[in-house]
C-alpha cells in the first residue's frame, strides 16, 4: 500500500469512529419524554444536613407528592435549588422514576427555571458532540505529522 492509501485510510478510520461515538453518544442521552414531573403549590418542606465523613458534605432532602428528592452540595445548582426551596410556593421537578427519585433534572419555582435539564444532563455526564470530533482529530494530526516527518 502507497502512503496515500495508508493516509486515506486512516482517516476514513478516524471519520468512522466518529460517526460510531456519536450515534452512541445520541443512543444515550436522556429525551425528557421519559421523565415524570411533580409540583407543588405551597412550600416545600426540607431537611439539610451534614455527613459525618471524611470529606463531610451537605445534603438536603425533600419530599413533593409522595417522591423523595435528594441533592448533594457537590451539584453545581446545590445553592439555587436551596434557594429556591427556601422561597416557598410553587415547585416543579422533572426526575426519572426508575433512578429511585434521588436526582434532579429540572426544578422550576413559580415557572422560573432553576436548573435547567439540558445543563444537569451534561453534569452528569453526558457529552456533547465535541467527544465525537476525538478520533477524526487524531487521524488527521497522525497523518499530518507523518507527511511532516518523512518530508513527502
Known amino acids: ?12 478510520f478516524g471519520l468512522a469512529g466518529s ?15 421519559e421523565y415524570s414531573v411533580v409540583s407543588s403549590y405551597k412550600p416545600v418542606k426540607y ?3 451534614q455527613t459525618g465523613g471524611k470529606p463531610s458534605y451537605e445534603i438536603t432532602s425533600f419530599t413533593i407528592s409522595d417522591v423523595e428528592f435528594v441533592i448533594t452540595d457537590n451539584n453545581p445548582f446545590y445553592r ?25 433534572y429540572q ?8 436548573a435547567p435539564f439540558d445543563k444537569l444532563v451534561h453534569i452528569n ?11 477524526i ?12 516527518k518523512s518530508g513527502t
Open 1 to 12: 500500500m502507497t502512503k496515500l492509501s495508508i493516509s486515506i485510510l486512516l482517516i476514513m
Open 19 to 33: 460517526i460510531w461515538i456519536q450515534v452512541q453518544i445520541d443512543a444515550e442521552v436522556p429525551k425528557l419524554e
Open 47 to 49: 431537611r439539610t444536613r
Open 80 to 104: 439555587r435549588v436551596l434557594s429556591a426551596l427556601n422561597a416557598g410556593g410553587y415547585i416543579r421537578v422533572w426526575y426519572k422514576p426508575t433512578d429511585n427519585s434521588t436526582k434532579i
Open 107 to 114: 426544578l422550576s419555582q413559580n415557572n422560573k427555571i432553576v
Open 125 to 135: 455526564g453526558y457529552s456533547g458532540s465535541g467527544a465525537a470530533t476525538i478520533p
Open 137 to 148: 482529530l487524531l487521524a488527521i494530526v497522525f497523518v499530518f505529522s507523518w507527511y511532516r
